[in-house]
């Protein structure tokens, strides 16, 4: 017995995979398994690399594995993917002030000015446009 599946029901299958993929990533995270949890979010965008959910959640995991760059690369892909989306740049200023914590307790002076002043600049943006 053969089954035949519509195109639509097939674009619904491999959807449900992708947030399988980012569900499954979602619970390791959860429960302290960053560095498991990591593959997962990068197959989901690897199907999905238009969705802005799952570079939030890579995002989120790379902090947790003290992966402040590679972080701010997937924010920066999540807030251009979905630019209206406030979450994005909530968690834009959070990462930066920690990244710029982390390298004035370095002593690297000037990339901590550097990640405040992207903050600082975020921030009058954001003022601007209230």
């Not at 619970?27 to 199907?47: N, T, V």
């Not at 993917?81 to 990244?99: D, G, K, Y």
């Amino acid at each position: 017995m053969k089954i035949r599946a519509s195109p639509q029901e097939v674009q619904e299958a491999a959807y449900q995979r992708d947030l399988t993929y980012n569900d499954f990533g979602l619970f390791l995270l959860r429960h302290g398994q960053a560095a498991e949890a990591l593959p997962y979010f990068s197959l989901a965008i690897q199907f999905q690399p238009s969705n802005s959910t799952f570079f939030l959640n890579r995002s989120d995991c790379k902090r947790e594995l003290l992966d402040f760059d590679g972080a701010l690369k997937d924010l920066r892909c999540a807030h251009s993917l979905s630019p209206a989306t406030n979450i994005f740049q909530s968690a834009m200023f959070s990462l930066l002030n920690e990244m710029g914590l982390k390298a004035a307790s370095e002593g690297r002076w000037v990339d901590s000015v550097s990640h405040f002043d992207e903050v600082r600049f975020l921030l009058q943006a954001s003022e601007a446009n209230f």
